[in-house]
């Protein structure tokens, strides 16, 4: 017998969306007792990848196993050793929290003394006890992704899958979010976390996939992914205003291997011990002069930005 410490599989997963292809060919296993963050911009397949793994939707090519057993959509138990907390809220809006998590416990089989409980017990987990008989309609979006969280909890999963659990909320409910989960983690639970914030998985992850476009671009810790571009040196260059045809002009020195334009700013990559900064101030100094010059250690953004050619999240955003 083989035995494997993976608590989920995923080989040569394939899904597609009529023409697009969601998840192409995807690679991924999820050990016993880690905390994998996995990383993606918006529409790289994260959440079809999370669909797939708890059977809500069905795969066009490749194989998924779970606690070691090919997996298997009517088992109640696969089902009942997942904790899925969804993208989107779903909670209902005319039962209490208590009630909620009474709801969801219930679903999982939890009755009598064991599910009260088990809801006293996630409520408090979830800094939610003063609130347990208020409607989550009064909730702030920080309260609400809370509850949706503990929605996920109540029957004690194994394995638990979280998808983009911290957007659009306040940094407290953040920081509690992620002290939770990586408290859970320390007991034992193995978690799927999924986030387009580099950030987060920087701090909490033991290890992290990247995808995009439905492919797994990269996969390792933190450090060794970063160490995995180390042959390459980030500068960024702020100038006074814009400038056509900077870009071009830059890209064209010695060393650079890309620039990625965001409004004044210009980010500059090359390879390490290039030595051309001086190259490039002269450069920008030309045309107009320079604001700022950062040259930040590199993050996971950076792995990304050098794997694609595209920034993982859109400026813009908060
Ligand atoms: N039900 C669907 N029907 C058609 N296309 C879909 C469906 N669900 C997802 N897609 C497409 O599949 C691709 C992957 O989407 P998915 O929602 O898995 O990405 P994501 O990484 O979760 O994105 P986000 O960060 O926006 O949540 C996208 O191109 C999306 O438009
Ligand atoms: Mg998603």
């Not at 969601?22 to 079809?48: Q, S």
């Amino acid at each position: 017998m083989v035995i494997t410490a993976a608590k989920a599989r995923m080989q040569n997963i394939v899904k597609r969306y009529g023409d697009t292809i969601a998840l192409d060919n995807v690679n991924m296993e999820i050990a016993e007792g880690e905390l994998l963050g996995l990383l993606g911009p918006n529409g790289a397949g994260k959440t079809t990848l999370i669909y797939a793994l708890a059977g809500l939707v069905s795969v066009d090519g490749g194989s998924i196993e779970l606690f070691g057993r090919p997996q298997d959509t009517h088992l109640i138990e696969h089902k009942r050793r997942i904790g899925l907390v969804t993208q989107e809220i779903t909670v209902f809006v005319d039962l209490t929290a208590r009630e909620n998590l009474e709801f969801f416990g219930g679903v999982y089989g939890l009755r009598g003394s064991l599910l009260q409980q088990r809801v006293s017990e996630t409520l408090a987990f979830v800094g939610l006890e003063e609130r347990a008989h208020q409607f989550p309609a009064k909730f702030s979006g920080g309260m609400k992704r809370r509850l949706n969280i503990a929605c996920a909890l109540v029957h004690r999963p194994e394995l638990l899958i979280m998808d983009e659990p911290t957007v659009g909320i306040d940094p407290q409910s953040r920081h509690h979010i992620l002290e939770s989960v990586r408290q859970l983690r320390r007991a034992g639970t193995t978690v799927l976390y999924t986030t387009h914030y580099v950030e987060e998985v920087q701090a909490i992850a033991d290890r992290v996939v990247i995808l995009d476009q439905g492919n797994v671009i990269a996969d390792g810790s933190v450090a060794d992914l970063v160490a995995s571009i180390q042959h390459e040196e980030t500068v960024i260059l702020e100038l006074m205003e814009t400038v056509d045809g900077i870009a071009e002009r830059l890209g064209s020195v010695d060393g650079v291997k890309q620039v990625t334009p965001e409004g004044r700013r210009l980010i500059v990559t090359s390879t390490a011990g290039s030595g051309n900064l001086d190259r490039l101030l002269e450069i920008v100094r030309e045309a107009g002069g320079v604001r700022s010059v950062q040259t930040p250690a590199p993050t996971l953004e950076d792995v990304f930005l050098t794997l694609t050619g595209r920034q993982l999240r859109d400026p813009e955003e908060e």
